[in-house]
């Protein structure tokens, strides 16, 4: 196979995989919004209500439910299908997963 050949279709395979985990990423979010009646995050004012925040690391992806006038709300840590991976003040493991994830941002907040 000639070098441009296989430039090409590793071109193909990396905006495919890149649009896979953006549609993967989309789809995650939206069902976060739905299970906890949520609205997407536009940079507004967080006051004192409900919010999530996505983390990456690896494939995984997962949200952790926030809200900053709650403090010692445990703050869970949910992967895309629903399961809780860790409680955020309680694990041993969580805080270490957090600090070597990729933030992606606030995405959702009562509305």
């Known amino acids: 196979m000639s ?3 296989v430039l090409m279709y590793s071109c193909f395979l990396l905006l495919l995989f890149s649009c896979n985990k953006e549609a993967a990423r989309n789809e995650c979010i939206q069902h976060f ?3 906890y009646k ?3 995050y536009n940079d507004e004012s967080l006051g004192c209500k409900n919010y999530i925040i996505m983390y990456e690391k690896g494939n995984t ?3 952790i439910l926030n809200n900053r ?3 010692m709300m445990p703050q ?3 992967d895309c299908s629903g399961n809780e991976l860790c409680t955020y003040i309680t694990d041993e493991g969580c ?3 957090v600090r070597n994830s990729t933030v992606v ?3 959702g907040i009562t509305q």
Do not use: H, N, R, T
């Open 33 to 35: 919004l739905d299970e």
């Open 76 to 78: 869970l840590l949910i």
């Open 61 to 63: 992806s997962f949200v």
């Open 105 to 107: 941002g606030i995405v």
């Open 69 to 71: 006038c709650a403090d």
């Open 3 to 5: 070098s441009l050949k």
């Open 38 to 40: 949520m609205v997407e």
């Open 95 to 97: 805080p270490e997963m």
